[in-house]
């Protein structure tokens, strides 16, 4: 983080910290694109409290429902480095070792009751947190918990406290949660959820297990978008070909581990390399030598200008828009539902991945946004007009800055509008048809069988 030092007092001699600026001026190219800080800002390490926009709105706005789709907090490695120790990390929750919570203890007592509530599928047999001297693969970390139980009590602070949006005597119905299932996933959920309604009733709770990472549901039949995946596959490959630094890096680590180059780089380097960054652990060493932050680095630096040059070329958009219509359909419907009056499925939690997030940023147009950080999390509100209760307006939120006017469909609107939020029906029309525009279709079933133009 670059500190840019500011004198105390202006020429004009007015104190310049009465003067609120958010975004300051760029009088100078931005910066080029720093892999470390950038790989920090993805560990999500737990440390400073978070300022957040979320439940922002004119005083005479009613809040009236709230949708969270996260990514699970920080885990261990999904792929082992061939031929070196795999990362000393332990994943038995302990209180008093960091980072830590108030509520950590309180949690693990909480979640030993938790037979009682409803889980679907397989979900009833994944252990609540995790418990594993060493832990397994893809396994959630403390700091994982952590980072949930952080992420509840925030949006608790914000939704329960500040706008009740759930009342203390609050009914099943009331909540909706959603996971895939794996342990992580459930677990993070869990994690949220404790802080946010605290010593919560298991007699409550329902979690839907979530096959498809794209929550998908039953609309998971889309040819086109298979293809679009594909297609952006190639581009990656292609890309990764052309970088001849990173093929030196890779040369050196697959010499230093002793493997051929092309296993190393099937092996997923980076995945183990980002969980030795983030608990901050020496990269791995051989007789042959070390693997060193110069190989991070680079190794990160292709990750960045892949996310950057995916933006711009298009074809993983065509792929979002197709992957996430199911889910924006679910939650569009879901708000249309509360604005007529509906209280059921006020607070909604869908619990998932990396790959379910970005895509979903892309076919919203957040293009500026990063790539889902560990315990990432994008939040709909929906937002009743208490002059015109027949007006209802969202607000869309990543990581707590109110990205709401970065999306396509909205992106305009606040230039007209006095209100820091967009009218729902815009939502609705992007969701229900503008969606399906690009491919010259009119519905998600056309769409899915048929190129984009």
């Excluded at 926009?53 to 005479?60: D, L, R």
């Amino acid at each position: 983080v670059h500190l840019i030092p500011v004198n105390p007092v202006r020429e004009d001699g007015l104190n310049p910290k009465s003067r609120k600026r958010i975004m300051p001026d760029l009088l100078t190219e931005p910066p080029a694109i720093d892999p470390v800080y950038e790989a920090h800002v993805y560990c999500n390490i737990p440390t400073i409290a978070e300022r957040s926009m979320e439940g922002h709105a004119p005083h005479y706005f009613k809040l009236v429902s709230v949708q969270v789709l996260i990514r699970h907090g920080d885990r261990y490695p999904l792929y082992a480095i061939p031929k070196t120790k795999r990362p000393d990390i332990d994943c038995m929750l302990v209180p008093s070792r960091k980072p830590s919570h108030p509520q950590l203890e309180a949690f693990m007592k909480h979640m030993s009751k938790g037979s009682a509530a409803e889980m679907d599928g397989s979900l009833s047999s994944l252990p609540r947190f995790p418990s594993h001297s060493l832990c397994e693969m893809g396994e959630l970390t403390q700091t994982g918990v952590v980072q949930h139980l952080r992420n509840g009590q925030l949006l608790r602070e914000i939704y329960i406290n500040k706008h009740k949006l759930l009342p203390g005597d609050w009914a099943a119905k009331q909540l909706y949660l959603e996971t895939t299932g794996k342990s992580r996933t459930l677990q993070s959920a869990l994690a949220l959820l404790y802080t946010f309604l605290p010593d919560f009733d298991w007699k409550k709770i329902t979690v839907r297990h979530q096959w498809s990472t794209i929550f998908c549901s039953g609309s998971c039949d889309c040819p086109m978008r298979n293809h679009y995946l594909e297609e952006e596959q190639r581009r990656q490959y292609s890309l990764r070909v052309k970088n001849n630094d990173l093929e030196k890096i890779y040369v050196d680590m697959a010499k230093i581990v002793g493997i051929p180059t092309r296993q190393l780089r099937a092996s997923n380097p980076i995945d183990s390399l980002l969980c030795y960054f983030c608990h901050n652990i020496s990269f791995p060493c051989t007789k042959a030598g070390c693997i060193g932050m110069e190989h991070f680095k680079v190794i990160k630096r292709h990750q960045l200008e892949d996310e950057r040059e995916r933006q711009d070329k298009k074809l993983y958009f065509l792929y979002a828009l197709l992957a996430t219509h199911p889910l924006l359909n679910q939650t569009v419907s879901r708000l249309q539902r509360i604005a007529e009056g509906k209280k059921e499925e006020v607070f909604v939690l869908y619990s998932a991945h990396d790959v379910t997030l970005s895509p979903v940023l892309s076919a919203l147009g957040i293009t500026e946004a990063r790539f889902p950080r560990f315990a990432a999390r994008l939040v709909f509100e929906l937002w009743q007009d208490g002059k015109r209760p027949k007006e209802h307006f969202i607000r869309i939120l990543y990581n707590g800055a109110d990205v709401t006017f970065q999306t396509s469909f909205c992106k305009d609107h606040y230039k007209r509008s006095s209100k820091p939020m967009c009218p729902l029906e815009k939502f609705v029309s992007f969701v229900k048809r503008d969606m399906f525009l690009i491919f010259n279709s009119t519905s998600y079933y056309d769409a899915c069988r048929r190129r984009a133009l």
